[in-house]
């Protein structure tokens, strides 16, 4: 069989720093935050805090890649004479990022394509990014990295909460999240991803600190006894998310081999609005 030139690409909900994305040596599509006058490229000509700094004044629209970003960079990977390319992406059920590519891939026969639904965001999207790359720089072949991605997207757990539920009412992202009367009861929904990769209240709590206990209490009951990977990540809310971090570390009922921190990148950042705290985690 001709060896085979493996591309990995991403976008850029991933929420990986510039750093890991060149070490693994991802590709990144940038998603696109809209103002009025404006169009940026998400991480690439916006940060979170431009976008948490206008809020809840200014608050923007997101969009996908374009198909011709998409192509123009098949065109750049085909350029390079990669073979094969693995394209991982936030949740086809919060984003058309996934069907967009993946409408592209099909189209394009210079490189074998698989584009991959990761049913999460954020970190949890990362984890499956660095567990690719990390399998193509150590040689396995298209296919192994394919079962790889595939098993351990099964195994990542997301939880996370929101202060207002407003951003993502108003982004059509609510999915299953019952939102009204609790805002007047000061009541937290937990957060989470289910199979259709959509959100949906996990449970609920009464008050802004107890919601934040709760992603502990959570990661005690799935996570105890076990080694895991985790990663924190907030929307501009980094006093409480390292509050929980620190917590989660003093936990002697788990080993923690990696974990990650990190802020939500603009679009995230949108979707969910300024005080996200969220985990993302999976047995090793």
């Given at each position: 069989m001709p060896s085979e030139k493996i591309a990995l690409i991403t976008d850029s909900t991933c929420d990986l720093p510039g750093e890991i994305l060149n070490k693994l040596n991802a590709w990144m599509l940038p998603l696109k935050i809209i103002y009025r006058d404006r169009i940026f490229n998400d991480r690439i000509d916006i940060q979170p805090e431009d976008v948490y700094g206008k809020m809840p004044t200014e608050v923007p629209t997101t969009s996908m890649p374009t198909p011709e970003?998409?192509?123009?960079?098949?065109?750049?990977?085909s350029s390079e004479n990669f073979t094969h390319a693995i394209s991982i992406h936030i949740s086809s059920g919060?984003?058309?990022?996934?069907?967009?590519?993946?409408?592209?891939?099909?189209?394009?026969?210079k490189i074998k394509v698989e584009v991959i639904d990761s049913r999460a965001l954020s970190l949890a999207l990362g984890f499956l990014v660095q567990e690719a790359g990390k399998c193509i720089q150590s040689g396995l072949n298209f296919d192994s990295v394919i079962t790889r991605i595939n098993e351990l997207q099964k195994k990542v757990k997301v939880f996370f909460v929101v202060k207002t539920l407003e951003y993502l009412?108003?982004?059509?992202r609510i999915g299953y999240v019952e939102g009204t009367l609790?805002?007047?009861?000061?009541?937290?929904?937990?957060?989470?991803?289910?199979e259709e990769g959509k959100y949906f209240s996990w449970s609920k709590v009464r008050g802004r600190k107890k919601s934040i206990n709760k992603l502990l209490e959570i990661l005690k009951e799935k996570a105890s006894g076990k080694m895991i990977n985790i990663a924190v990540a907030h929307a501009d809310a980094e006093e409480e998310a390292r509050y929980l971090l620190e917590k989660i570390k003093g936990v002697n009922e788990f080993q923690i081999k990696n974990f990650m921190f990190t802020q939500l990148g603009p679009v995230m950042g949108v979707h969910c609005g300024p005080g996200l705290i969220g985990v993302a985690f999976y047995e090793e």
């Amino acid at each position: 069989m001709p060896s085979e030139k493996i591309a990995l690409i991403t976008d850029s909900t991933c929420d990986l720093p510039g750093e890991i994305l060149n070490k693994l040596n991802a590709w990144m599509l940038p998603l696109k935050i809209i103002y009025r006058d404006r169009i940026f490229n998400d991480r690439i000509d916006i940060q979170p805090e431009d976008v948490y700094g206008k809020m809840p004044t200014e608050v923007p629209t997101t969009s996908m890649p374009t198909p011709e970003e998409v192509r123009t960079l098949l065109e750049k990977l085909s350029s390079e004479n990669f073979t094969h390319a693995i394209s991982i992406h936030i949740s086809s059920g919060l984003s058309g990022t996934y069907e967009t590519i993946k409408t592209v891939a099909r189209q394009f026969n210079k490189i074998k394509v698989e584009v991959i639904d990761s049913r999460a965001l954020s970190l949890a999207l990362g984890f499956l990014v660095q567990e690719a790359g990390k399998c193509i720089q150590s040689g396995l072949n298209f296919d192994s990295v394919i079962t790889r991605i595939n098993e351990l997207q099964k195994k990542v757990k997301v939880f996370f909460v929101v202060k207002t539920l407003e951003y993502l009412k108003k982004g059509g992202r609510i999915g299953y999240v019952e939102g009204t009367l609790g805002q007047i009861l000061d009541i937290k929904p937990i957060i989470s991803i289910n199979e259709e990769g959509k959100y949906f209240s996990w449970s609920k709590v009464r008050g802004r600190k107890k919601s934040i206990n709760k992603l502990l209490e959570i990661l005690k009951e799935k996570a105890s006894g076990k080694m895991i990977n985790i990663a924190v990540a907030h929307a501009d809310a980094e006093e409480e998310a390292r509050y929980l971090l620190e917590k989660i570390k003093g936990v002697n009922e788990f080993q923690i081999k990696n974990f990650m921190f990190t802020q939500l990148g603009p679009v995230m950042g949108v979707h969910c609005g300024p005080g996200l705290i969220g985990v993302a985690f999976y047995e090793e």
